[in-house]
């Protein structure tokens, strides 16, 4: 899933992801991203690495649409 980030694509951004401003072109806006998420994960637990840095992100994008988005988010475990 591809987001508008509303804004050229910096050229830093498609050195560092391999992301080009052609593979935004039918990118959906980040309130109808937001709403695709948070609709298929309803309530459940968020598990990943590093889930808490990208959990900040969508967090903070559900809120500034108007989104509550407040969910139980496992911790990272690791092998040692």
């Given at each position: ?15 560092l992801?391999?992301?080009?401003q ?11 991203a937001i709403?695709?998420v ?6 459940l637990?968020?598990?990943?690495h ?7 992100f ?8 108007g989104?509550?988005?407040?969910r ?9």
């Amino acid at each position: 899933l591809f987001v508008d980030p509303g804004r050229e694509l910096p050229a830093r951004i498609t050195e560092l992801t391999g992301i080009t401003q052609d593979m935004l072109k039918d990118a959906v806006s980040q309130e109808t991203a937001i709403r695709q998420v948070t609709d298929f994960c309803e309530d459940l637990v968020l598990l990943g690495h590093n889930i808490l840095f990208d959990y900040s992100f969508l967090k903070r994008s559900a809120v500034n649409h108007g989104r509550s988005e407040e969910r139980r988010v496992g911790k990272e475990c690791r092998s040692r």
